[in-house]
């Protein structure tokens, strides 16, 4: 099959199924080209919470699309690959997150929502890297914070916002195989360039950006700042589709990572392709499935990150009975 004629079936099917397509930004362009919308986490968990469709197709990783089922349980969720994971998950295992939430019962738990449902159920609130210095700055100045499962985010966090916090172990392994050594020689040859990084990038990366925010944020400043026509990207490449697309005329680096491996392209949202887009609409599977009472746990995270979000109040938990 040609590839208009795929993606001609998978108009149709869209229009059929009256679904909605979600695409994150470290899909590949021609993914993103065919969504309706394409965003970061936040952003589409939000699209895919107010969305009227009665189908979802998230082509991201799995723990999006299971933050827009938790969110609207009444509809289907589509994943194109259901074995689109994420380091970040798989380094937070259940039992393990369990005991060290145990350990610290009158902590607040702020969880990445890069979290398996599991994890959410025993979380207080989540964020995203575009919502969590405003959750963080919410919580009460007198109350422990627990933060996982990225502690690269955590760190970042404590320090900008001047909050002591104990830090899950884990990180993403795109982010943390970027280079400072090789960063820093790449701003050598190109000293006009503006250096923006993902806050999941280590610590030593972050001290040469200029600029540090969720993926959003990294696309706004290279949209915005019209001053600047250089920039080396401390993310996943994927979002050089919309970059390019908003600014032509800039020139956009990658940073590097160590060796001379592509790795800094994550596996898993590769993962995704056309033709599975299609057979998941044709077939309306994979979809999400997530059992009544985990839903149930896990959506107060969530709820409590979408209200804080819009700049609602909210009730924080006294202790962790779990």
Not at 50 to 73: D, H, Q, R, W, Y
Not at 207 to 220: F, N, P, Y
Not at 289 to 312: C, F, H, N, P, Y
Request: glycine share 4%; aromatic share 6%; charged share 25%.
């Amino acid at each position: 099959m040609s590839a208009q004629a795929l993606l001609n079936e998978i108009q149709e099917l869209k229009i059929k199924r009256n679904a909605l397509i979600l695409a994150h930004y470290y899909e590949d362009g021609d993914i993103q080209d065919i969504a309706d919308a394409v965003g970061d986490s936040l952003f589409l968990a939000q699209e895919g919470e107010k969305a009227k469709n009665p189908v979802v197709l998230l082509a991201g990783v799995t723990f999006m699309a299971e933050s827009v089922k938790i969110l609207s349980p009444d509809k289907t969720v589509l994943v194109p690959d259901p074995n689109a994971g994420c380091s970040l998950v798989d380094h937070s295992p259940y039992e393990k997150y369990l005991a060290w939430r145990r350990q610290h019962p009158d902590a607040i738990a702020v969880t990445y929502v890069n979290s398996s449902a599991a994890v959410k159920s025993i979380t207080d609130v989540c964020v995203t890297s575009s919502n969590a210095e405003k959750i963080v700055n919410a919580i009460p100045r007198d109350r422990e914070i627990l933060f996982g499962p990225d502690r690269n985010l955590g760190r970042y966090l404590s320090k900008k916002l001047d909050r002591p916090m104990t830090l899950w172990p884990g990180s993403c392994e795109v982010h943390v195989l970027f280079s400072s050594r090789k960063l820093h020689e790449l701003k050598l040859e190109h000293p006009h360039a503006r250096v923006i990084a993902h806050p999941e990038c280590n610590e030593v990366v972050l001290e040469h950006a200029d600029v540090i925010g969720s993926t959003s944020r990294l696309l706004q400043e290279v949209r915005e700042n019209r001053a600047v026509n250089e920039f080396i990207v401390a993310t996943e490449p994927g979002i050089f589709h919309q970059m390019k697309k908003a600014r032509p005329d800039a020139r956009l680096y990658q940073a590097p990572a160590e060796g001379s491996c592509a790795c800094n392209e994550c596996p898993y949202m590769k993962m995704n392709t056309l033709a599975k887009i299609r057979d998941a609409l044709r077939d309306l599977k994979p979809n999400v499935q997530i059992e009544a009472d985990l839903l149930s746990k896990a959506r107060i995270s969530l709820d409590r990150m979408m209200a804080l979000t819009r700049g609602e109040s909210v009730t924080w938990p006294e202790r962790f009975n779990g």
